[in-house]
């Protein structure tokens, strides 16, 4: 690290469990975040002030005025651009030395194995089952880790998924695909802006932990939260051995 970087990260370096080691890892890793909306803007606003030396931020939608009351990441200078690269001049605003990579279209099939493929660890930050479930099943065939948010109304939800790990649950063991499970989304039922925050900034700290190697994860736990009595909860789920997606690893 030079003298700026080394003034810059000062407060996560002055850490014992962080410290130069960790901020290095910092700057060496790559990190996919799917989503550049309330969970996204958060989450990949501290990554970047962390110093994560490479960000691939994937969003093919567009800025909205509805979007400001919760997506930080964005201005209304920047109604109608692309998600992502409003996301870019943001990041790069806060921290200059990082790389910010955009996908402005919708990762599937192919575009996301090969991202997934790319990344040391992914953060699911979109907003839909369907997506989430193609997300893990890359995460699962390539032993990238997960961290997964999700937020509605003034409920929020945040697990990790070590696929590192072969004793570790993938997404599909706690919320099994089903045809006919019901989406809701902000646009119908609404969501408490801050909620978005809190989720998606609780990713981020799972995220660094992850890349330092420090502190304890959410493997096999799911937190949630409820903002309206600002109560958590910490319910403790296990790997399900006939899992389609995951079951087959050792």
Request: net charge negative; with cysteine.
């Amino acid at each position: 690290m030079n003298d700026d970087q080394l003034l810059r990260y000062a407060r996560h370096i002055l850490l014992d469990e962080l410290g130069i080691e960790g901020q290095e890892r910092l700057l060496a890793a790559k990190v996919l975040i799917v989503g550049a909306g309330g969970l996204g803007a958060p989450a990949a606003l501290y990554l970047a002030a962390a110093g994560v030396g490479h960000l691939m931020l994937a969003d093919d939608d567009v800025v909205e005025i509805s979007n400001l009351q919760r997506q930080i990441l964005h201005t209304t200078a920047r109604l109608g651009v692309y998600k992502a690269e409003s996301g870019r001049e943001a990041l790069l605003a806060i921290n200059p030395s990082i790389q910010v990579e955009t996908l402005t279209f919708r990762l599937l099939d192919d575009e996301l194995d090969a991202a997934v493929a790319q990344a040391d660890l992914v953060l699911d930050c979109c907003d839909n089952f369907a997506t989430r479930h193609a997300i893990n099943r890359a995460c699962v065939k390539h032993g990238k880790p997960l961290v997964s948010g999700a937020a509605i109304r003034f409920a929020g939800q945040i697990s990790v998924y070590d696929l590192r790990d072969p004793s570790s649950p993938c997404y599909h063991c706690l919320f099994p695909e089903a045809d006919e499970a019901e989406e809701i989304s902000c646009a119908t039922t609404g969501v408490l802006g801050p909620l978005v925050g809190i989720v998606g900034s609780t990713q981020a700290a799972e995220a660094i932990k992850l890349i330092t190697g420090m502190g304890q994860l959410l493997v096999g736990r799911l937190l949630s939260v409820d903002a309206l009595s600002m109560r958590w909860h910490d319910v403790r789920f296990g790997r399900d051995p006939a899992c389609p997606v995951c079951g087959h690893r050792a």
